[in-house]
């Protein structure tokens, strides 16, 4: 019972322009939304989260949407890098504290 | 220095044996957790321990035995090994259970079991 869902495998997308990477999730009672990005062979790293009482949290180049209603999230990288190319994970925290995580998107940033 | 390690890093085995893979967090971190990673590349929490005590317990089969000896080290060990027990297996910490702690990862162990 997947409760996060990222329904992209996978986005390309050309150095200086925006990636968009969405989330869909079930769980009502997520009250905490994380992203996390992961390099091959390395371990998932803390990228960026969104508290569920706001719409929107911005670190940089990295900008985090909230839809409560619509259940959904999207990650902003602008403008995209090349070493932005990774798997990025959207995650929210259960009712328990348990993060559940999405399957993940592959971004490539090409020149 | 590395945050959050993990030994070793890739094992190969047989069916049937028992292993063990190792972490250790140099962050000071009071709460630590094993997850999976499964062939559809799905991260899914099997337990996290704070204090060295055990706080989630996910419906994982009791030939999984994690053992805290001490709030810097989580191992996980695991008897009888299947074939479906292949998988990367991430070891992370957190400062404490508070819910909008970030969560630290190690490297990942790649276990395949042949």
């Known amino acids: 019972d997947q409760q996060v869902k990222q329904n992209s495998p996978s986005l390309s997308v050309q150095e200086g322009r925006i990636s968009i990477l969405n989330c869909d999730y079930t769980?009502?009672?997520?009250?905490?939304f994380l992203w996390y990005k992961k390099y091959p062979a390395e371990g998932p790293t803390f990228l960026i989260s969104?508290?569920?009482?706001?719409d929107k949290n911005e670190d940089g180049r990295f900008t985090v949407f909230l839809n409560k209603s619509a259940k959904h999230l999207s990650l902003h990288i602008v403008p995209s890098q090349p070493g932005d190319s990774a798997v990025y994970f959207c995650?929210?925290?259960?009712?328990?504290?348990?993060?559940?995580f999405g399957a993940g998107t592959q971004v490539v940033v090409t020149p | 220095d590395t945050a959050v390690s993990q030994t070793p890093k890739y094992l190969v085995t047989q069916m049937g044996n028992d292993k063990s893979i190792k972490c250790e967090q140099n962050?000071?971190?009071?709460?630590m957790y094993w997850y999976k990673q499964d062939s559809k590349k799905f991260l899914k929490i099997m337990f996290s321990?704070?204090?060295?005590?055990?706080?989630i317990n996910e419906t994982v089969p009791n030939r999984f035995s994690p053992k805290s000896p001490d709030k810097a080290h989580l191992n996980l060990h695991i008897n009888s090994l299947e074939l479906g027990d292949s998988a990367v297996y991430f070891c992370?910490?957190?400062?404490?259970?508070?819910?909008?702690?970030?969560?630290?990862f190690g490297p990942g162990t790649r276990l395949t079991v042949l």
């Open positions: 992370a910490s957190s400062q404490d259970t508070r819910r909008n702690n970030e969560q630290f």
């Open positions: 769980n009502s009672m997520f009250d905490y």
């Open positions: 969104i508290s569920s009482i706001k």
């Open positions: 995650a929210g925290i259960d009712s328990w504290g348990k993060l559940q």
């Open positions: 962050l000071g971190h009071d709460t």
């Open positions: 321990y704070n204090n060295k005590e055990l706080i």
